[in-house]
T-cell receptor, first 113, second 114 residues
Framework: AQSVSQHNHHVILSEAASLELGCNYS??????LFWYVQYPGQHLQLLLK??????LVKGIKGFEAEFIKSKFSFNLRKPSVQWSDTAEYFC???????????FGQGTELSVKP | NAGVMQNPRHLVRRRGQEARLRCSPM?????VYWYRQLPEEGLKFMVY????????ESGMPKERFSAEFPKEGPSILRIQQVVRGDSAAYFC????????????FGDGTRLSIL
C-alpha cells in the first residue's frame, strides 16, 4: 500500500540548532515529493518540491530537502532554525495517480527562543 | 490575488444533521481536492474533482459523503446524517492542472459534531 512515514511526531529545538526531519515513502515507481508547512492558525504552504533532476532541492525560508531514491527518503533540513519556524511540517507524495497526495502524519516543531 | 477560500471556518452540527462545506479554488484553478484530518492524524485524501467531473473518489467513505464541483460556483463537500466520528478538519486544495502540479490549500473547515 502507498504510505508516507514521518519519524518524529514532535521535535523541540533551541534557536540556531540544525534541523532534520525524516520522511520515508513506500515504493511506487516514479514519485513527486513535497514538504508543506502549517504555521499556527494558518493554511498549509508549500516549502519545496521534487519532480526530477538534482536530488538536493532548495525551498523557501532556508529549507532544503534531499531525495535519496535508494532509501525512499526525502528528509527536510535547515542549518539554523529560528523561533518563527515553529509550525507543523508535512511530507507528501504524489504517486503519479492524478493529483492525489499521500501525506505523512506530520511533525510538530517547537523552537525555543 | 485571493487564495483558496473555504467556508465556514467552523461548523457545529448535531448527530443526524447535514453538513455542507464549501471551497472556492484559486482563480484560474480548475482542479479541486478534498482532504480530511482527524485528531492526531495526517491529512487523508478524499476526492479529486474537475469542473462537473469526479476524477478520483477513492478516499471517500461509501455512504453519507458526496462531493461536487459544478460549472458555476464553489465545490461542495456534503456529509449527510453526521456522526461523532465525522468531527475533523476538512481541507480543500486547488491546482491549475492535475498530476504533479503543487496544490494550494485553504484554511480548512473545522467540523464539530455534538
Amino acid at each position: 500500500a502507498q504510505s508516507v512515514s514521518q519519524h518524529n511526531h514532535h521535535v523541540i529545538l533551541s534557536e540556531a540548532a540544525s534541523l532534520e526531519l525524516g520522511c520515508n515513502y513506500s515504493y511506487g515507481g516514479t514519485v513527486n515529493l513535497f514538504w508543506y508547512v502549517q504555521y499556527p492558525g494558518q493554511h498549509l504552504q508549500l516549502l519545496l518540491k521534487y519532480f526530477s533532476g538534482d536530488p538536493l532541492v532548495k525551498g523557501i525560508k532556508g529549507f532544503e530537502a534531499e531525495f535519496i531514491k535508494s532509501k525512499f527518503s526525502f528528509n527536510l533540513r535547515k542549518p539554523s532554525v529560528q523561533w518563527s519556524d515553529t509550525a507543523e511540517y508535512f511530507c507528501a507524495v504524489n504517486y503519479n495517480q492524478g493529483g492525489k497526495l499521500i501525506f505523512g502524519q506530520g511533525t510538530e516543531l517547537s523552537v525555543k527562543p | 490575488n485571493a487564495g483558496v477560500m473555504q467556508n465556514p471556518r467552523h461548523l457545529v452540527r448535531r448527530r443526524g444533521q447535514e453538513a455542507r462545506l464549501r471551497c472556492s479554488p484559486m482563480k484560474g484553478h480548475s482542479h479541486v481536492y478534498w482532504y480530511r484530518q482527524l485528531p492526531e492524524e495526517g491529512l487523508k485524501f478524499m476526492v479529486y474533482l474537475q469542473k462537473e467531473n469526479i476524477i478520483d473518489e477513492s478516499g471517500m467513505p461509501k455512504e453519507r459523503f458526496s462531493a461536487e464541483f459544478p460549472k458555476e460556483g464553489p465545490s461542495i463537500l456534503r456529509i449527510q446524517q453526521v456522526v461523532r466520528g465525522d468531527s475533523a478538519a476538512y481541507f480543500c486544495a486547488s491546482s491549475p492542472q492535475g498530476g504533479e502540479q503543487p496544490q494550494h490549500f485553504g484554511d480548512g473547515t473545522r467540523l464539530s459534531i455534538l
